[in-house]
């Protein structure tokens, strides 16, 4: 039996889940200042999403296929094809698609000016926050069990059904994205 707390946060959550059908970013990785990415996220069907990173020029760097329950790298160039930049990728976009762990087991956390909600997984927090009227998510974060943070994702603004902007930073090494959404 749920509480009333769990199903507000599922309420809240679920109003907050991304609804994108097609979206592109310009996409800055600072560790690598010089690059310049563009992101194209579009919905397939029911569950499925294709992430693509592709240069200005049209070189592709790496194609994902995330679903709830997998995700398939269809293509990654060979230098970057490493299990830790894939994992690390996938984790971000489930993340920022709010596609990690069952919404229905995030725990709502006494705040006063934001809604904050906490999934325990393992020897990791997964935190969201957004406005009390869960109009917008504003914050993602995981940390060790030691609140330590692991990544920070800021988002700002919406747009096409997700985050206007959007800065991931990962705490555990010097690795950056920033992505800003392109109109089309």
Same mark, same amino acid.
């Not at 504003?138 to 800021?154: A, G, L």
């Not at 705490?171 to 994205?177: A, E, G, K, N, V």
């Given at each position: 039996?749920?509480?009333?707390?769990?199903?507000?946060?599922?309420?809240? *959550?679920?109003?907050l889940?991304?609804?994108?059908? &097609? $979206?592109?970013?310009?996409?800055?990785?600072?560790s690598?200042? =010089?690059?310049?990415w563009?992101?194209v &996220?579009? @919905?397939? /069907?029911?569950?499925? %999403?294709?992430?693509l990173?592709? =240069?200005?020029?049209?070189?592709?760097?790496?194609?994902?296929? *995330?679903?709830? =329950?997998?995700?398939? $790298?269809?293509?990654?160039?060979?230098?970057? #094809?490493?299990?830790?930049?894939?994992?690390?990728?996938? @984790?971000?976009?489930r993340?920022?698609?709010?596609?990690? /762990?069952?919404?229905?087991?995030?725990?709502?956390?006494?705040?006063?000016s934001l809604?904050?909600f906490?999934? $325990?997984?393992?020897?990791?927090?997964?935190?969201?926050?957004?406005? #009390?009227?869960? =109009?917008?998510l @504003?914050?993602?974060? %995981?940390? &060790?069990?030691?609140?330590?943070?692991?990544?920070?994702?800021?988002l700002? /603004?919406?747009?096409? /059904?997700?985050?206007?902007?959007i800065?991931?930073?990962?705490?555990?090494? &010097?690795?950056?994205?920033? *992505?800003k959404q392109?109109?089309r």
């Open positions: 039996m749920q509480t009333t707390k769990t199903k507000l946060a599922n309420t809240c *959550l679920q109003q889940k991304p609804n994108i059908q &097609s $979206v592109i970013y310009n996409t800055q990785v600072c690598w200042q =010089s690059f310049k563009f992101v &996220s579009e @919905k397939m /069907g029911n569950d499925t %999403t294709r992430i990173f592709t =240069s200005e020029t049209g070189i592709k760097f790496f194609d994902f296929q *995330l679903t709830n =329950s997998d995700f398939k $790298v269809m293509f990654c160039i060979k230098k970057l #094809n490493k299990k830790v930049v894939t994992t690390q990728l996938q @984790k971000v976009f993340l920022i698609l709010m596609n990690y /762990g069952n919404i229905h087991n995030y725990v709502p956390l006494a705040t006063d809604k904050t906490r999934l $325990v997984n393992g020897k990791e927090f997964v935190t969201y926050t957004a406005f #009390n009227d869960c =109009s917008q @504003k914050h993602i974060e %995981t940390s &060790s069990n030691k609140n330590k943070p692991k990544i920070s994702i800021n700002d /603004g919406t747009k096409n /059904g997700i985050a206007d902007v800065f991931i930073q990962y705490h555990t090494f &010097s690795f950056d994205i920033s *992505l392109i109109d």
